[in-house]
């Protein structure tokens, strides 16, 4: 019963987001693509934002209702300065293939993000942007775009990713993927744990 209050807590504290700019814009942006084919359109949905205070209320929350269960997750949580969400409903009959890329995704780009990982077939079109700190290429940034029938999900994370991973992984004592982690560079531990503020495109 305890686990459950808590965890009622935790989800009335982390609901205290605000609206996303960022997220509509982009949303705009996806909407066009979707309607230059004539056949579907993304309704009206919602875009939020998440900042530090909403997740340090959340820890406390978290630390005075169940400190024990809640520790793995304000733990990880301190690695993370700021969530983006949002989901619109998709209607009609949407063929991703004929979709161009969402023009805003080149401004990104432009600004220093790096692609990860595109797909696009008749279903869906996924498209994940990363973005480094230049000074000792530690992950700060993660945008994913992923749109089908079931809808257009869009989801920003930033923070010190790099520690969030790492972390991440020894809480569930992965040793197994530790080396792995090590081969890629982008997730050395270092003195400094807080990201950089970066600035939205």
Known sequence: MASRRALLALLVATASGCVSLEMNRLKRHVEREVEADGQAEVG???????????FATARTVGWVFA?????????????????KVARYPVSGVLDTRR???PEILGRYQD?????LVTVRDSAAAVWVLY??????LRLTDLLAVSL?????????????LSGLVLDAVALAELDAFQGALDETGLFE?????????AEDP
């Not at 029938?149 to 920003?156: A, K, S």
């Open 44 to 54: 009206r949905g919602m875009a939020m934002s998440f900042g530090w205070g909403t």
């Open 148 to 160: 089908s029938g079931d809808g257009l999900v869009m989801t920003r994370v930033s923070g010190d």
């Open 189 to 197: 531990p270092a003195p400094e744990a807080t990201a950089d503020a």
């Open 67 to 83: 400190p024990g269960r809640t520790a793995p997750y304000r733990r990880l949580s301190r690695r993370v300065r700021r969530v």
């Open 111 to 115: 600004k220093g993000w790096l692609p």
């Open 99 to 101: 979709m161009a890329r």
């Open 131 to 136: 973005r480094e700190r230049e000074r000792d």
